[in-house]
């Protein structure tokens, strides 16, 4: 299991998203590609996709631009991964029988990772992942006297 660079994008979208809702003011997607190191085309597609999911809205104008659909702690990571990858993260192939017994047995140890895997990203807000941030870069700063 892998976190796609497609995924990876949208979360860190949805982050920067996140860390500005309480400023009621939408990003562009310059700013967020700025933010994140995000090329803009691959960014401008995503959000759309995002947009198509319910999980961003979008408001034209000059000072329009991105903003999250619901409060961060609303959106989990679960949901955007699935948004963004089209799939419930459970393979389809491990859900056919199989010719051996062997594989059968690989393939539900398989699922019953990728169940344990969708499990932490759903109880993963993007407030959450916004706290953690916080948390990080507290820990990171040095302060000299």
């Known amino acids: 299991m892998e976190l796609s660079l497609k995924s990876e994008y949208a979360i860190l979208a949805m982050l920067e998203l996140a860390n500005h809702f309480a400023l009621d003011q939408p990003l562009q997607i310059r700013q967020i590609s700025a933010q994140q190191n995000i090329p803009d085309r691959y960014l401008e597609q995503l959000l759309a996709t995002l947009k198509r999911q319910g999980l961003v809205k979008s408001q034209r104008g000059s000072k329009g631009g991105y903003i999250l659909a619901r409060e961060p702690h609303k959106i989990s990571l679960l949901e955007v991964v699935q ?55 507290i820990a990171t700063t040095m302060y000299y006297i």
């Open 83 to 137: 948004g963004i990858e089209g799939y419930d993260g459970i393979s389809d192939r491990s859900k056919t029988t199989h010719d051996s017994a062997s594989m059968a047995v690989i393939y539900e140890i398989w699922e019953s990772a990728q169940m344990a895997a969708a499990k932490v990203l759903d109880n993963c807000s993007l407030k959450d992942l916004c706290d953690r941030q916080r948390q990080s870069q």
